[in-house]
């Protein structure tokens, strides 16, 4: 059986030529925005990187310098030069921030149920042994980060849900459900009280009966329990966001 895609392995794939900049940007700044590439990781080298990207130098410089603008990574000379994310990256997150209309809510939502239901529903019925020690361990660090920083959380809960992606073997449902995380994590950021213990621990709960039916390898009961959860945290926004999205309906 073939090693599945890792969510890292998707962030350095080859792109289409058309577009390769805001793709670059685009690529790089959800990777960064879900902890991918975590606080303070050193990029590959300019021209390995652009090599790997199948893209020409000049052309992952414009993206980079983008990137930079915006705060993500930062560019140091000297001893240890490189490409870094910048350590304080909860900053540049922090205003990249806005909440969306109900429609484009529901937009994601319904996307979100088509990804990551799916994604549930192979990885109960591909995953090995091992693959489903790695989702049990995922859904420990979340559980586990419940009580701590909900920038922490975040990171966590992300990795729970991409590892669920990884094990399908799919690269597509790798890179779909990195997207999902990383605009849901924005919408998430912006809303007040999202970050207290009690809806975290309600968001977490949510991945027991997630787990529960992967290791069963019950493909069907994966993917309800999934979309079960995807509903719920609609729910949690909605909620969060005074009822005004629902009331706009």
């Known amino acids: 059986m073939s090693t599945p895609p890792s969510a890292r392995a998707t962030v350095f794939a080859?792109?289409?030529?058309?577009?390769?900049?805001?793709?670059?940007?685009?690529?790089?700044?959800?990777?960064?925005?879900?902890?991918?590439?975590?606080?303070?990781?050193?990029?590959?080298?300019?021209?390995?990187?652009?090599?790997?990207?199948?893209?020409?130098?000049?052309?992952?410089?414009?993206?980079?310098?983008?990137?930079?603008d915006a705060g993500y990574v930062e560019t140091r000379r000297g001893r240890g030069a490189g490409t870094f994310v910048v350590d304080d990256i909860a900053r540049p997150l922090a205003q990249a921030r806005r909440i969306p209309t109900r429609d484009e809510l529901r937009d994601l939502i319904d996307w979100r149920r088509a990804v990551a239901g799916e994604a549930a529903f192979l990885a109960a019925a591909r995953a090995s042994n091992e693959a489903r020690t790695l989702i049990a361990d995922a859904a420990a660090r979340a559980e586990s980060s419940a009580?701590?920083?909900?920038?922490?959380?975040?990171?966590?809960?992300?990795?729970?849900?991409?590892?669920?992606?990884?094990?399908?073997?799919?690269?597509?449902?790798?890179?779909?459900?990195?997207?999902?995380?990383?605009?849901?994590?924005?919408?998430?950021?912006?809303?007040?009280?999202?970050?207290s213990v009690e809806a975290v621990r309600a968001s977490t709960m949510g991945h027991t009966p997630i787990l529960v039916a992967i290791l069963q390898a019950d493909a069907p009961a994966a993917r309800d329990a999934m979309v079960a959860h995807v509903e719920a945290t609609y729910d949690w926004i909605v909620g969060l966001h005074l009822g005004r999205l629902a009331a706009d309906a």
Request: proline share 7%; hydrophobic share 45%; no cysteine.
């Open 14 to 68: 080859p792109l289409q030529v058309e577009g390769a900049v805001e793709r670059i940007v685009r690529r790089l700044g959800e990777a960064i925005g879900t902890g991918v590439l975590q606080p303070g990781e050193r990029l590959p080298p300019e021209l390995e990187l652009a090599d790997r990207l199948d893209v020409a130098p000049m052309t992952l410089r414009q993206a980079l310098a983008i990137l930079r």
């Open 147 to 195: 009580f701590g920083d909900f920038a922490g959380y975040r990171l966590a809960d992300s990795g729970f849900h991409l590892a669920v992606a990884e094990t399908t073997g799919s690269p597509r449902l790798v890179a779909a459900e990195t997207a999902v995380q990383a605009e849901l994590g924005e919408i998430l950021g912006s809303l007040p009280g999202s970050e």
